[in-house]
């Protein structure tokens, strides 16, 4: 089973809507998860770290749920600069000092 | 903002040929780490190095890998004798902390020839 699994996409939605997916982890025992944005050929960069409770940044919210383990990310109000490929990344233990990516959502954003 | 960055952008090597990428951490910072995407893949881990040495590895940083930190502000990844699966963009990363946020530089892609 690989660490870190995602819906491939691509989600196309028109400007404005809400777009939502998901991401499933094998380790249990993970400690620290977050969604990265990469664009084309680009390096990852932090979209935002999710929290137990579940945290939003703007119109961004990210939710885990340890016990089905998995995490969400959805956007509202999509704008034209929200297309990008989505990774979902995983940290396992809190000693551990590599990140476990996804291969990564791609949603585009259509005028 | 302070920014991880990588020299070069663009490698082009031929196989069996040694190639050295070089990546500058955020100045603060105390953790590094090598990545690699090949193209259409995952970002896999390669390698991290805390306090002069290596903190943690992957499968894939077998001995034809190695880093360095030769100074205060430079990090490099070697690879000793490319192979065609080596073609690949390389992100160097570094974190202050071990449990804080991992910041990645623009990459270094390599092909091999």
């Known amino acids: 089973r690989k660490e870190v699994e995602q819906d491939p996409g691509p989600f196309n939605v028109p400007e404005g809507a809400t777009v939502a997916f998901n991401c499933t982890y094998s380790?249990?025992?993970?400690?620290?998860f977050f969604w990265y944005r990469q664009d084309c050929r680009k390096e990852p960069k932090l979209l935002m770290s999710v929290y137990s409770s579940g945290n939003e940044d703007g119109r961004f919210t990210a939710q885990l749920n340890r016990a089905s383990q998995y995490i969400s990310l959805l956007i509202r109000d999509s704008k034209l600069s929200d297309s990008a490929t989505y990774l979902c990344?995983?940290?396992?233990?809190?000693?551990?000092?590599?990140?476990?990516f996804g291969a990564g959502t791609t949603v585009t954003v259509r005028a | 903002e302070p920014e991880v960055t990588q020299t070069p952008s663009h490698q082009v090597t031929q196989m069996g040929q040694e190639v050295i990428l070089r990546c500058v951490p955020i100045?603060?910072?105390?953790?590094f780490y090598w990545y690699r995407q090949i193209l259409g893949q995952k970002v896999e881990f390669l390698v991290s190095?805390?306090?002069?040495?290596?903190?943690?590895k992957s499968e894939i940083f077998d001995d034809q890998f190695s880093v360095e930190r030769p100074d205060g502000s430079n990090f490099t990844l070697k690879i000793r004798s490319t192979k065609l699966e080596d073609s690949a963009m390389y992100f160097c990363?570094?974190?202050?902390?071990?449990?804080?946020?991992?910041?990645f530089g623009p990459g270094t892609r390599l092909l091999v020839l």
């Open positions: 100045s603060n910072h105390l953790y």
């Open positions: 990344v995983v940290r396992g233990r809190s000693n551990d000092y590599k990140l476990s």
């Open positions: 990363a570094s974190s202050e902390f071990l449990v804080e946020t991992q910041y």
């Open positions: 190095f805390y306090n002069n040495e290596i903190s943690e």
């Open positions: 380790n249990s025992a993970s400690q620290s």
